[in-house]
T-cell receptor, first 111, second 115 residues
Framework: GQNIDQPTEMTATEGAIVQINCTYQ??????LFWYQQHAGEAPTFLSY????GLEEKGRFSSFLSRSKGYSYLLLKELQMKDSASYLC????????????FGAGTTVTVRA | GAGVSQSPRYKVAKRGQDVALRCDPI?????LFWYQQALGQGPEFLTY????????KSGLPSDRFFAERPEGSVSTLKIQRTQQEDSAVYLC?????????????FGPGTRLTVL
């Protein structure tokens, strides 16, 4: 099975930077996703990493280190609308349609 | 919009009642998933369809849970004799091709409360 850990909550100030860490322990590795979920809404796709390194997409960047079983999502120039839960998910190495999610990190952006 | 839609958005059931939750995936999407999301947790995989074929139902918690996608588009998740532990948000997601390649697009979910 998959064991995925991420912090429960983080608070940051508007305009600042926040880094959300995700560690995973899996029998293999087949890709890692980050999703954003506003309260009561659908999770929406942010990023996908399968190779080591940093993927930058506007204000959001995602990093992966497969050897360390570690990823982070970096949110820059925080805006109030970035207040949401951020979900880390790993793809099952055997059944690659299956995603295992962490519990999510609730980010609160304060003015 | 052209996203994944689910109905009803909210459902309250008395313990022991049967419920049916509907998912309308994005038109043309081959793959369809159901997830269960408990409060404060991430989504947990329930089942996976490729067109009308249910290829994986390993995440269904018990034989009270049943899912179908008879024509390869709309899907229904049915829960028989609901129990309080079934209270959760049920998310549907779809993907344009074989799901191992593509991201999944989620619907807003159905919040089920069993009294």
């Amino acid at each position: 099975g998959q064991n995925i850990d991420q912090p429960t909550e983080m608070t940051a100030t508007e305009g600042a930077i926040v880094q959300i860490n995700c560690t995973y322990q899996t029998s293999g590795f087949n890709g890692l996703f980050w999703y954003q979920q506003h309260a009561g809404e659908a999770p929406t796709f942010l990023s996908y990493n399968v190779l080591d390194g940093l993927e930058e997409k506007g204000r959001f960047s995602s990093f992966l280190s497969r050897s360390k079983g570690y990823s982070y999502l970096l949110l820059k120039e925080l805006q109030m609308k970035d207040s949401a839960s951020y979900l880390c998910a790993v793809r099952d190495p055997s059944d690659d349609y299956k995603l295992s999610f962490g519990a999510g990190t609730t980010v609160t952006v304060r003015a | 919009g052209a996203g994944v839609s689910q109905s009803p958005r909210y459902k309250v059931a008395k313990r022991g009642q049967d419920v049916a939750l509907r998912c309308d995936p994005i038109s043309g999407h081959v793959s369809l998933f159901w997830y269960q999301q408990a409060l404060g947790q991430g989504p947990e995989f329930l089942t996976y369809f490729q067109n009308e074929a249910q290829l994986d139902k390993s995440g269904l918690p018990s034989d009270r849970f049943f899912a179908e996608r008879p024509e390869g588009s709309v899907s229904t998740l049915k829960i028989q004799r609901t129990q309080q532990e079934d209270s959760a948000v049920y998310l549907c997601a779809s993907s344009p091709g074989l799901a191992g390649v593509n991201e999944q697009f989620f619907g807003p979910g159905t919040r089920l409360t069993v009294l």
